[in-house]
């Protein structure tokens, strides 16, 4: 991804708290997206952050800190299906959304 | 369904052949989006349009691939004289105008040459 940076693998034990981070260039920032894509299927929104703060929605939150260029993505009670790639995403500059890498979850019983 | 199609879901092509995918966005959606991603990449951004303009293009779309988007509803992509390096899922995303608005994607149209 352009200037977008996230840990590519992370494990947690189901039940537990995990939280994923994302920097990425302040430059011409206008919002970041986080979305979870299964394996062989399309992403699929989770939240949207412009401003700077907490923004919860059930297990899952995201937080932004817009001098600092940098988010995160908050999931609570891990449940298995949660394994997924995780992919934090930023319109920088023009008008594509441009997405990291993703960090792949994986839920352990 | 309403959400975003694309067509083929899948295409196993010659090297050399041409390649053409479908995207049909969500209605009344002005902003289309094309990406490609390969296993364990995030998707890459390849072009967007608004309306029937396209208004950017990725510097990493070589001139073999080409877009369209004539009535500013469904759009195209095509792949001419494909090689191997474009095996990957093509994925198309839609959404309405405005900051923020939830972008919707495809399931993608997953493209092998072999």
């Known amino acids: 991804g352009q200037n977008i940076d996230q840990p590519t693998e992370m494990t947690a034990t189901e039940g537990a708290i995990v939280q994923i981070n994302c920097t990425y260039q302040?430059?011409?920032?206008?919002?970041l997206f986080w979305y979870q894509q299964h394996a062989g299927e399309a992403p699929t929104f989770l939240s949207y952050?412009?401003?700077?703060g907490l923004e919860e929605k059930g297990r899952f939150s995201s937080f932004l800190s817009r001098s600092k260029g940098y988010s995160y993505l908050l999931l609570k009670e891990l449940q298995m299906k949660d394994s997924a790639s995780y992919l934090c995403?930023?319109?920088?500059?023009?008008?594509?959304?441009?997405f990291g890498k993703g960090t792949s979850l994986l839920v352990t019983p | 369904d309403t959400g975003v199609s694309q067509d083929p879901r899948h295409k196993i092509t010659k090297r050399g052949q041409n390649v053409t995918f479908r995207c049909d966005p969500i209605?009344?959606?002005?902003?289309l989006y094309w990406y490609r991603q390969t296993l364990g990449q995030g998707p890459e951004f390849l072009t967007y349009?608004?309306?029937?303009?396209?208004?950017?293009k990725s510097r990493l779309l070589s001139d073999r691939f080409s877009a369209e988007r004539p009535k500013g509803s469904f759009s195209t992509l095509e792949i001419q004289r494909t090689e191997q390096g474009d095996s990957a899922m093509y994925l198309c995303?839609?959404?309405?105008?405005?900051?923020?608005?939830?972008?919707?994607f495809g399931e993608g149209s997953w493209l092998t040459v072999v």
């Open positions: 302040t430059s011409g920032f206008n919002g």
């Open positions: 952050n412009v401003l700077d």
């Open positions: 209605s009344e959606h002005n902003r």
């Open positions: 995403a930023a319109t920088l500059s023009g008008y594509a959304l441009n």
């Open positions: 349009f608004q309306n029937e303009a396209q208004l950017e």
């Open positions: 995303a839609s959404t309405l105008g405005g900051a923020g608005n939830t972008i919707y």
